[in-house]
């Protein structure tokens, strides 16, 4: 198996700048989540990866080579707004696509049989689309995008509308394709289950990449508000002009503070006492809910400082 | 994951999954297959009605007071009801079981109408009642009448056809179905445009542009749609040439089979000129309810060659005819047109279809473009000089 890899993907829509150099690699066997605002440029990003866009500068390599309409055939991709013809019934639609991917019409009927038992949907192979429930059509989408066992899996919002059930039926494929070695590059706005399902997670804001790494990485500690400290008969807005506080922003019963450069926990502790008596001082580590609302929109944290 | 026999999506391949799909979506349906029969049942009964239609009616006249030999030979198109005498010429004329009458009484003859007698029996009763008054006369002047029908046969007239012209029901009749074929190329290019929207309103058209390119797309779907089509077509037309062998006779004011092959190669160059841009056209839009919007111009650039056809029949030889015949889309009209008037050559007609080939060259190119920049935009239509320009 082979990682995925942007570099320098650039792409504009007339003066509308969508991605600006973007830069990072699912490797094989990674579930890489994409999180970002709405119009932050995620789909046109997965969509480039899809080959359904061209970028303007930059390209998406599968290993070494610059992903083409060849290479594309090889991904399984499920767009964010779903389609599938609604007069076709299940079985036709997914041999359809299956044989567009290059698969003989022998080898799209084994791997129909195969994903639609899986997925349950097995039961609805003669009814066309516009019969089923919400839940089944998506479950078809998703056969959709497996239908010729991809090698790379792209999935815009998979998680979108799907019910808990389904929910975990959608996580428990992934795992089993990043198992195989297969690298799976998907968006959601559903932080918890980015949190819960993925190795590494991109931030994207106005094209661009504003964090990459692991859960862990991102979450360690940073120049940001990371210790929490309350003071119990502090007056509210005490750390203000506090040398060791380089800002603070209210939180629960206390306040988080980042500190001064050159100033340790020490002397932010001996300024609290101060004020009255400290009930709790610890290291935050921010959820990824925290983390997406500082990287992505920082002037709605209510930071004074 | 991949298994040795599986491959990669190779141009040709994309294109005819989705020409296939196009297929089994339009013509493996009961709907399809019901329009193939009654379009044939039509288009024969047409053919074979057009011959009872195109045939000169026959009339009762009635021929009275004498034995029918005085009346000279029966005209064409009239059948004689002897009868005995002017009395009966009156009563046959008024009950209608002879639209006229030519009645001799003693020296003289009377030619008995109705108010309504149609023009053809009047003309024969005068004809009838003309040729016993000149019989008559000759009698009395005791002229001898087979000596003078001899001489005037002898003497002529003697019939000498000159030219290939075409009669003007034929060109009427070649007329009559190249509109036909025009107003197929509006519907089946609705259907592509229809098409179209459908797979950009129900969105599968981005999982499909995952897997294959726009133009792919695009020239797969035109093909499905144009071979329904051209099926419809060559059922109408084998109607016609059916209706021909079983009876040979008729169809008298139809084009001539050359012409009817002529017609239907031409119907094929002009919709491949106009196929991708129907294509293109339904790209532009997100709902087909917004369809008709786009398409209207379409339509008219279609449909122009008519008007520019019923102008140009006054006069096919006229010199801006001669010009226009060779621009497309007039060129899908014109020459057919003149191939039933056997007013252009083969070479005329290649040097024709060439300039048209290169012009569908240009069409495609132009709507893949717009196809391409259009088909991922949803919401309000795109205008096409946005489409061309991006």
Redesign the interface.
């Known amino acids: ?1 082979k990682p995925l890899t942007y570099k320098g993907v650039t792409k504009s829509y007339g003066s509308h700048q969508a991605l600006d150099r973007l830069d990072f690699t699912v490797h094989p066997g990674q579930i890489f989540g994409f999180v970002g605002g709405n119009g932050a440029g995620k789909t046109t990003a997965l ?1 480039i990866a ?4 061209a970028a303007d500068q930059g390209a998406v390599y599968w290993g070494d080579s610059p992903v083409g ?2 290479e ?4 399984g ?1 499920m ?1 964010e ?6 007069k ?1 019934t299940v079985a036709k639609q997914l041999l ?2 299956g ?6 019409t022998a ?1 799209a009927r084994s791997a129909m049989t195969r994903w639609t038992r899986r997925l349950g949907i097995d039961a609805h192979h003669d009814k066309p689309i516009d019969t089923l429930s919400l839940g089944n059509q998506q479950r078809v989408q998703l056969a ?1 995008a497996l239908i ?4 790379v899996l792209i999935l815009d919002e998979p998680f979108s509308g799907l019910d808990p059930s389904a929910v975990d039926d959608m996580s428990e494929v992934l795992r089993e394709k990043a198992a ?1 070695g ?1 690298p799976v590059l998907f968006s959601s706005h559903q932080l918890d289950l980015v949190e819960r399902l993925c190795d590494r997670v991109g931030v994207i804001a106005a094209g661009r990449l504003a964090a990459e790494g692991s859960l862990d990485e991102l979450r360690a500690p940073r120049t940001g508000h990371s210790l929490y400290l309350e003071v119990e008969g502090a007056p509210p807005g005490w750390p203000e002009g506090t040398p060791a506080v380089a800002s603070y922003r209210p939180d629960a019963a206390g306040v988080l503070v980042e500190l001064a450069d050159g100033h340790t926990e020490n002397d932010l502790l001996a300024e609290a006492v101060r004020h009255g008596t400290v009930r709790a001082l610890n290291r935050r580590r921010p959820t990824l809910t925290e983390l997406f609302r500082d990287l992505v929109d920082p002037a709605k944290d209510g930071t004074p400082a | ?3 040795p ?7 040709l ?2 294109t005819w ?2 020409y296939r ?1 196009e297929i089994e ?1 339009r013509m493996a349906t009961k709907g399809y297959l019901v329009s193939l029969l009654v379009l044939g049942l039509l288009m024969f009964g047409l053919t074979v009605g057009l011959d009872f239609a195109g045939k000169p009616k026959t009339s009762s006249v009635a021929a009275c007071g004498a034995p029918a030999a005085d009346f000279g030979p029966a005209p064409s198109g009239a059948r004689l009801v002897p009868c005995p005498d002017l009395d009966a010429a009156r009563r046959l004329t008024a009950d209608r079981k002879a639209e006229a009458a030519a009645a001799v009484t003693a020296d003289h003859v009377t030619v008995v109408l109705r108010g309504d007698t149609p023009d053809q029996a009047r003309a024969v009763a005068l004809a009838l009642g003309r040729a016993w008054a000149t019989n008559h006369a000759y009698a009395l002047q005791h002229i001898d009448t087979a000596a003078l029908d001899q001489a005037v046969v002898q003497a002529g007239p003697r019939l000498d056809t000159v030219g290939a012209g075409v009669g003007a029901a034929e060109i009427s009749g070649l007329i009559s179905m190249i509109v036909v074929l025009f107003m197929q190329i509006v519907g089946q290019g609705s259907a592509i445009a229809q098409g179209v929207v459908e ?1 950009k309103s ?12 726009p133009l792919q797309l695009m020239v797969g779907k035109v093909a499905g749609i144009a071979t329904a089509a051209v099926v419809q077509v060559a059922a109408m037309l084998g109607a016609m040439l059916g209706a021909r062998g079983l009876f040979p006779d008729a169809g008298g004011s139809l084009p001539g089979t050359a012409a009817l092959l002529s017609a239907g190669f031409w119907f094929l160059l002009s919709f491949a000129l106009f196929a991708g841009l129907f294509a293109a056209a339904g790209s532009l839009v997100s709902r087909p309810e917004d369809l008709q919007t786009v398409l209207m111009p379409l339509v008219l650039l279609t449909l122009a060659p008519v008007a520019v056809a019923v102008a140009a029949v006054q006069s096919l030889s006229s010199s801006w005819v001669q010009i226009v015949q060779y621009v497309p889309p007039f060129s899908g009209l014109l020459m057919p047109l003149q191939a039933g008037a056997g007013n252009v050559s083969l070479p005329q007609q290649a040097a024709a279809a060439a300039v048209t080939i290169a012009a569908t060259a240009v069409t495609m190119r132009l709507a893949a473009r717009v196809y391409r920049n259009s088909i ?1 935009r ?1 919401g309000a239509a795109v205008r096409w000089r946005q489409a061309l320009a991006a």
Do not use: C, N, W
């Open positions: 198996m969509r899809a080959g359904v866009l309409r060849p594309a055939a090889r991904f991709y767009p707004e779903r389609g599938l013809y609604p076709m359809y696509l044989r567009l991917h290059g698969q003989s080898q959709a010729h066992d991809p090698d195989q297969v | 994951m991949k298994t026999t599986e491959k990669h999506t190779r141009p391949q994309g999954q989705v799909r979506a797979e129900t969105r599968i058209v981005e999982v499909l542009l995952a897997t294959v390119s991922l949803v």
